[in-house]
T-cell receptor
Framework: ETGVTQSPTHLIKTRGQQVTLRCSSQ?????VSWYQQALGQGPQFIFQ???????GRGNFPPRFSGLQFPNYSSELNVNALELDDSALYLC?????????????FGPGTRLLVL | AQRVTQPEKLLSVFKGAPVELKCNYS??????LFWYVQYSRQRLQLLLR??SRESIKGFTADLNKGETSFHLKKPFAQEEDSAMYYC???????????FGTGTQLKVEL
C-alpha cells in the first residue's frame, strides 16, 4: 500500500504567475482534499474532490481550482499568484464516508511567492 | 461558523508529568472531533477521534459538549511525545476538517 505523494516538494514563483501542484492518492482512495497551511497556522480547507467532482469548498477565491483524474490523482491550480499564497499546500486522501473516514496526508508542497 | 481554538502555542512538561492539551470548539450541530499529530520531519497523521473512544499511545480525549471542549490528555509524558498537535473538527457527515492553530508539545528530560 503506497502513501499519499505530492510534487514538487517546493517551488518559487513570482506574483501574478500560475502554479500547478500535484497529488497522488493512497491506493484505493477515491476522495482527495486540499489544504493551505500558512506559517504558524493550522491547515485550512480549500476544497475536496470525490470521483472527479468538487465536493465542498472552503473560503478561497475562484483562482484556486482543482481537478481529480480517473485514477484519483489530483491537481491544485492557483492563478494570479499573490504574496499571501506563500504556504505549505497539503493534500489528503480518504475513502468516501460517511461516517467521516480517516484522511491520510501527504508531505506537502511548500510554495514561495516573491 | 465553525471554529477550533487551541490557546497554547507551546506546552513544555517534564518526562513523567501529566499532559493536557486544550481544545475548544464552536459549531452549530454535532461535529466529529479529532486530534492530529505531526512529529519532527514527518507528515500530519491522525492520533485519535472521539467517535472511536480509543486510547492511542496512552493519549485519551473526551468530548465535553457542555463546555464544547475536546482536551487531549496523557498521564505520563514520554520524550517521544514531543510534537505539534492539532485539534480539528468536521461535520458528522462531511469530510471538511477545520483545524486549530496547533500546540507544540515539548517533553523535557
Amino acid at each position: 500500500e503506497t502513501g499519499v505523494t505530492q510534487s514538487p516538494t517546493h517551488l518559487i514563483k513570482t506574483r501574478g504567475q500560475q502554479v500547478t501542484l500535484r497529488c497522488s492518492s493512497q491506493s484505493g482512495h477515491n476522495t482527495v482534499s486540499w489544504y493551505q497551511q500558512a506559517l504558524g497556522q493550522g491547515p485550512q480547507f480549500i476544497f475536496q474532490y470525490y470521483r472527479e467532482e468538487e465536493n465542498g469548498r472552503g473560503n478561497f477565491p475562484p483562482r484556486f481550482s482543482g481537478l481529480q483524474f480517473p485514477n484519483y490523482s489530483s491537481e491544485l491550480n492557483v492563478n494570479a499568484l499573490e504574496l499571501d499564497d506563500s504556504a505549505l499546500y497539503l493534500c489528503a486522501s480518504s475513502l468516501e464516508g460517511p461516517p467521516q473516514e480517516t484522511q491520510y496526508f501527504g508531505p506537502g508542497t511548500r510554495l514561495l511567492v516573491l | 461558523a465553525q471554529r477550533v481554538t487551541q490557546p497554547e502555542k507551546l506546552l513544555s512538561v517534564f518526562k513523567g508529568a501529566p499532559v493536557e492539551l486544550k481544545c475548544n470548539y464552536s459549531y452549530s450541530g454535532s461535529p466529529e472531533l479529532f486530534w492530529y499529530v505531526q512529529y519532527s520531519r514527518q507528515r500530519l497523521q491522525l492520533l485519535l477521534r472521539h467517535i472511536s473512544r480509543e486510547s492511542i499511545k496512552g493519549f485519551t480525549a473526551d468530548l465535553n459538549k457542555g463546555e464544547t471542549s475536546f482536551h487531549l490528555k496523557k498521564p505520563f509524558a514520554q520524550e517521544e511525545d514531543s510534537a505539534m498537535y492539532y485539534c480539528a473538527l468536521s461535520p458528522l457527515r462531511g469530510n471538511k476538517l477545520t483545524f486549530g492553530t496547533g500546540t507544540q508539545l515539548k517533553v523535557e528530560l
